[in-house]
């Protein structure tokens, strides 16, 4: 029980590092919270059900999450060299 209350907990912490920060690294830093969380989640009621199933979509969502950031690093990176900065304000920067 407690480790789902450690999971609610950085969920929160990264939902609000994603609706807050504006800065992209930390943002993508967020979504990687919330999907450590989600695991956290899920290996716990696998483990409270003795079921492997929980272990087995972790695993996944581990691979998700780690397409996830090179994608997200290379789009970053390649906005940051041309624009000199990693803010989300500017929704129209892709369209060039």
Do not use: W
Request: glycine content about 6%; hydrophobic content about 60%.
């Amino acid at each position: 029980m407690n480790y789902a209350v450690l999971a609610f907990i950085l969920f929160a912490i990264g939902a609000v590092a994603v609706l807050t920060r504006r800065n992209a690294i930390i943002a993508l830093m967020g979504v990687e919270l919330m999907l450590n969380s989600c695991n956290l989640a899920l290996v716990t009621f696998a483990r409270m059900h003795g079921d492997i199933t929980g272990q087995t979509v972790a695993f996944f969502v581990m691979v998700v999450a780690a397409a996830e950031v090179v994608i997200g690093l290379g789009i970053i990176v390649s906005i940051f060299r041309t624009r000199r900065s990693a803010s989300v304000d500017a929704p129209n920067l892709l369209k060039n």
